[in-house]
């Protein structure tokens, strides 16, 4: 009997030991395999015109989206929802007005691919001719996606948030210096091929504003200052002023304009 007792002592103790050394292995934690958020949101407080990228990150290939964005004041339009990805992979996108509904889809059933960082997934252009105070907050709010089964995929929404008044800048003033010169295009041409200094202002740098920083740019930028090219586009090289045109180019540190 003792020796009983010592076997099922001895049991109890190498048994605590073993469970002791093999410690269970964590669980990661798993969320909701899309996340959508607000990405760069501009305002042009004299028009009340805005936009908004949405942000897409996704584990999984999507086939449609719909989703709310709620303002505050409420007196926001939505006007259009262009570019990003849906554009990209041919989406038909269509917002309401006065609901804030934004929805896209595609006809022949085309997935938009996985996205492991955030990736625009489409730019909504809103209006507030109505807003006094300041530019609007809004939030994303009854987001569905869908897979080509037609079944809802969960996703994650990100916080609000406030619109930002549009930055003033000069267009061509690539290195935010007050001065649009020569060395602008030195500056791009190095951002572009040798890891230069990342630009504070892109829109300063998208000399022809199609919303897209490239060699393109410093050609046009380099025939305006010596071969008699267009001035760079508004609003020009001349006078600090707002980007007429809505796209996916930030300018955070607007330089003598700001
Ligand atoms: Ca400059
Ligand atoms: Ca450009």
Redesign the pocket.
Known sequence: MVRFFVFISTLIVLTGTLHAQVPIPPVPPTGPPILLELGNIQYNPSTGDGTVSMMLTSEVPIAGFQFDLVFDPAAVLLVSATGGLAEDFGYDVGVGPTSGTVLGFSFTLVEIPPTSVPDVLTIVAFNCSACPNGPPELCIENAIFSDVGALSIPADLGPCATASALPLF?R??????????V??AI?LLAILFSGGTAAGCVDGCDSNDDGSMNIADAVHFLAFLFAGGAPPAPPGVQNCGLDPTADSLDCLTPGPCS
Request: proline share 7%; with cysteine.
């Open positions: 000069l061509g003033d690539c290195n935010t210096d007050g001065s649009p010169n060395a602008d500056f």
